[in-house]
């Protein structure tokens, strides 16, 4: 059984408590210099994820709710550090080599056994934290996902951006994300996350 989002639903109002992610620029190459962190693009699903007590809400990009398509996301969310959170990251199905199979996450076996991979933290507790800097985000994340099963925190690198993608290209993997010390998180379109994507990469190598 494969899922796809359909375009008609990205047009309805969005549902109460989401909030659009920040979709990152593409460029040809990644930015160079010590302002900004490096993270492994990974080939999945871009979800929000909502934890309210014991209830757990977990949307698409476009506002879909996939909460019952990814239990085991769900469940490790249930068991956070945390009250209340809000979390941006990305469903992945991944193979035992590592990789990120988008194609496996498509089925409802690879959707149900998918994991989180967590790179920001929008909101903990009553606290908005959208407007801190992203350093400040990435650690509270850290701190409430730590120890936690079926949650990976998406690591940084704040080595020089061409040898992070080269070294990813190397890998096979789809890319990096390249974010900018300091900044905000704005939802939609930002300038201050820049995708670059590898021009090899093949979602299901031989």
């Given at each position: 059984?494969?899922?796809?989002?359909?375009?008609?639903?990205?047009?309805?109002?969005?549902?109460?408590?989401?909030?659009?992610?920040?979709?990152?620029?593409?460029?040809?190459?990644?930015?160079?210099?010590?302002?900004?962190?490096h993270e492994i693009k990974h080939d999945g699903y871009r979800?929000?994820?909502?934890?309210?007590?014991?209830?757990?809400?977990?949307?698409?990009?476009?506002?879909?709710?996939?909460?019952?398509?990814?239990?085991?996301?769900?469940?490790?969310?249930?068991?956070?550090?945390?009250?209340?959170?809000?979390?941006?990251?990305?469903?992945?199905?991944?193979?035992?080599?590592?990789?990120?199979?988008?194609?496996?996450?498509?089925?409802?076996?690879?959707?149900?056994?998918?994991?989180?991979?967590?790179?920001?933290?929008?909101?903990?507790?009553?606290?908005?934290?959208?407007?801190?800097?992203?350093?400040?985000?990435?650690?509270?994340?850290?701190?409430?996902?730590?120890?936690?099963?079926?949650?990976?925190?998406?690591?940084?690198?704040?080595?020089?951006?061409?040898?992070?993608?080269?070294?990813?290209?190397?890998?096979?993997?789809?890319?990096?994300?390249?974010?900018?010390?300091?900044?905000?998180?704005?939802?939609?379109?930002?300038?201050?996350?820049?995708?670059?994507?590898?021009?090899?990469?093949?979602?299901n190598p031989a």
């Amino acid at each position: 059984m494969l899922w796809h989002v359909s375009p008609a639903r990205a047009r309805r109002s969005p549902p109460a408590g989401f909030i659009r992610p920040c979709l990152p620029a593409l460029v040809d190459r990644p930015p160079s210099g010590p302002d900004w962190l490096h993270e492994i693009k990974h080939d999945g699903y871009r979800i929000i994820v909502r934890k309210e007590g014991d209830r757990v809400t977990i949307w698409t990009r476009h506002g879909t709710n996939f909460t019952d398509r990814l239990p085991k996301i769900a469940e490790a969310v249930q068991r956070l550090k945390a009250e209340r959170a809000l979390i941006d990251g990305e469903a992945v199905a991944f193979r035992p080599d590592g990789h990120s199979d988008l194609a496996a996450l498509r089925t409802k076996a690879g959707a149900g056994g998918a994991a989180l991979v967590a790179f920001d933290l929008l909101s903990l507790d009553s606290e908005d934290l959208q407007q801190r800097p992203l350093e400040e985000r990435r650690e509270a994340l850290s701190r409430i996902i730590a120890g936690g099963d079926n949650i990976v925190f998406s690591e940084a690198l704040a080595a020089d951006g061409a040898l992070v993608f080269a070294k990813a290209c190397e890998m096979g993997l789809e890319g990096i994300v390249s974010k900018r010390l300091g900044g905000v998180y704005w939802s939609g379109r930002c300038r201050n996350w820049l995708k670059v994507k590898n021009p090899a990469f093949q979602r299901n190598p031989a």
